[in-house]
């Protein structure tokens, strides 16, 4: 049984930074991608980004030349590095895998992680 578990997320005020960490046990990790997904109160489950098991890269529009994606295969390790933040970045982020290449949809994912709460003020 694949399990993730994140951390880093916090309060940070506007313009700030936050790196998150996906932790992935239970299955051959560098076979799996990763991807990451935010969920603010009243909205949908939306994507932020995704690495491959060959660390290419995929990022949502609205995040993309501020958050990077990377992987430490050693430490079975997914982190999030997020710079420039903004309010509209609230949200409860969480961390997902499937085996095959990137994709977008939530649904195409099989495990997560429990999430963790990521806190902007302007």
């Known amino acids: 049984q694949v399990q993730l578990v994140e951390s880093g997320g916090g309060s940070v005020q506007a313009g700030g930074s936050l790196r998150l960490s996906c932790a992935v046990s239970g299955g051959t990790f560098s076979r799996y991608t990763v991807g990451w997904f935010r969920q603010a109160p009243g909205k949908t489950r939306e994507y932020v980004g995704a690495i491959g098991w060959g660390s290419s890269s995929s990022y949502a529009d609205s995040v993309k030349g501020r958050f990077t994606i990377s992987r430490d295969n050693a430490q079975n390790t997914v982190y999030l590095q997020m710079n420039s933040l903004n309010p509209q970045d609230t949200a409860v982020y969480y961390c997902?895998?499937?085996?095959?290449?990137?994709?977008?949809?939530?649904?195409?994912?099989?495990?997560w992680g429990q999430g963790t709460q990521v806190t902007v003020s302007s």
């Open positions: 997902a895998a499937k085996l095959g290449g990137i994709l977008r949809s939530p649904a195409a994912y099989n495990y």
